[in-house]
């Protein structure tokens, strides 16, 4: 198979950090705990609709903060998804869509800019930005951007054991849920040896897998698999390329919400031979939200990023104006010629 041939829509094979990588992360990392040893009072946040990753590292920074002695408000744009609600200390969170107040500085999670958050009010703060997105990018006082961690809550974990603090049994609830959940159930992202690592040490220090994945997995309400199953009778397949959509009729007839619709391009993902999968779901102004994602060969987050969206190399979005038909055929025109590309590549 002849590599060379690989078009940026495709996720190349990593190198392993070298030490001038590792020292630059670490000059990242020791540069955001001058700022919380320094400072008293601070805004955590991270973007709307939120998902595992950011209700579960948010938490965890609330609380390394805390005992740190210092205080810590943490606010979102959209309120937290049922299945992260008995996570210890999410009812600490505020659901607003304006901050004021002093703070010393506001700890962006896993935002890509500041209209991620969907909070106005950050502009004249001091910026610290944390993310692992393929898309993200340096935009804050602040930056540490690690593209290889498998979440943000991942890198929370190295901050806080940085700065020798206590993974008290809470904080390691929270934070294993961060990389259950940004990795899919351990099925994709970016998965090394010490992603288990962490895992075992948050499990040591208190985290329970068993009940976090049952809270994750098998809480569904009975409005998502009306909605999946709408949506399974849109599946259609293509060579290695898959796809599925609801409307808003279908939406609104299976009683669903944003939520509900978080995991259904798995569904597309999961058929046998595979690669890439779109799931398209009309807004109710009729603009086609597109969740993308893959199973490592074709780079999702790549092509989110041309469509105006952004995310990970193999879990990524967008979102285009209307009609159905028309979003469809501009998401496939992406997909087609990356999973045509993998077709030559075999032969």
């Known amino acids: 198979m002849d590599h060379s041939r690989r078009s940026q829509a495709f996720r190349p094979k990593r190198a392993a950090p070298g030490p001038p990588r590792a020292e630059a992360h670490s000059d990242r990392m020791d540069a955001v705990l001058e700022v919380l040893r320094k400072g008293k009072r601070f805004l955590v946040c991270s973007h709307a609709r939120p998902d595992g990753d950011a209700v579960g590292s948010m938490l965890a920074m609330g609380m390394f903060i805390e005992q740190m002695g210092k205080h810590a408000d943490l606010v979102m744009a959209d309120r937290i998804p049922n299945i992260y609600c008995r996570l210890p200390g999410a009812e600490e969170i505020r659901v607003t869509q304006i901050v004021n107040g002093s703070y010393d ?150 009683c669903a919400n944003d939520e509900d619709c978080e995991g259904i391009v798995n569904f597309g993902l999961c058929v046998s031979g595979v690669e890439a999968a779109a799931f398209l779901r009309e807004l109710p102004e009729r603009r086609i939200r597109i969740g993308l994602r893959s199973k490592g060969l074709v780079n999702v987050a790549a092509i989110a ?43």
């Not at 004249?124 to 898309?135: C, G, R, V």
């Not at 992202?189 to 809270?215: H, K, N, W, Y």
Request: glycine share 10%; proline share 3%.
């Open 305 to 347: 990023e041309r469509l105006g969206g952004g995310g990970h190399e193999s879990a990524a979005g967008c979102t285009l104006e209307g009609p159905l038909e028309r979003a469809l055929e501009e998401i496939l025109a992406q997909l087609r010629p990356c999973v045509a590309a993998l077709a030559g590549e075999e032969s």
């Open 105 to 254: 500085a506001v700890i962006l999670l896993e935002c890509d800019g500041l209209e991620r958050t969907g909070v106005s009010g950050l502009e004249q703060l001091f910026k610290i930005n944390i993310d692992h997105h393929a898309s993200g990018h340096e935009y804050a006082n602040v930056n540490w951007i690690d593209r290889d961690a498998s979440s943000v809550g991942e890198l929370v974990h190295r901050l806080v054991k940085a700065a020798g603090a206590r993974i008290t049994p809470d904080m390691a609830h929270c934070l294993y849920t961060t990389v259950l959940t940004d990795t899919g159930g351990f099925c994709y992202g970016s998965m090394q040896a010490s992603t288990f690592g962490m895992a075992q040490e948050l499990v040591v220090a208190g985290a329970d897998p068993v009940r976090i994945a049952q809270d994750v997995y098998f809480s569904t309400p009975a409005s998502k698999l009306l909605l999946l199953g709408a949506a399974l009778t849109n599946l259609n397949r293509e060579g290695p390329l898959a796809w599925l959509w609801v409307t808003h009729e279908d939406v609104l007839r299976s």
